[in-house]
């Protein structure tokens, strides 16, 4: 359940190439699978600019409030509008239909320097 194509944190999130310097960024079947039914999410607004480790939204399942962490520093160019209606995308499809934000970021290579799926898998298994 973890894609070979992605770059992943330690905090859960990843990271798909969506257009030049853009990323898409979503949390792992991992995380989505630990937290349960995901109920809402809030996201940030478009525009908006972090660091990488800055909360930059959450995610509140039927058991905790966790927050979603910018991998790299960059600028926020795209919510996914179809969570505020269905956030359980996420749970179904974490890597597709349920991703978060895409970012702009500021230094690509910072995105190279994150887990490669067999470094999260050794996270997460063990």
Known sequence: ?????????????????AGEATFKVGITHFAQDSLGDIVFVQLPEVGAAYQAGDALGEVESTK?????YAPVSGEVVAVNPALEGAPELI?????????????KVADSAAVDALLDAKAYGELTVG
């Not at 905790?64 to 979603?68: F, H, L, P, Q, R």
């Open 1 to 17: 359940m973890i894609p070979e194509d992605l770059r992943y944190t330690a905090e859960h999130e990843w990271l798909a190439p």
């Open 64 to 68: 905790s409030v966790s927050e979603i």
């Open 91 to 103: 749970n179904s499809d974490p890597y597709g239909e349920g991703w978060l934000v895409e970012l």
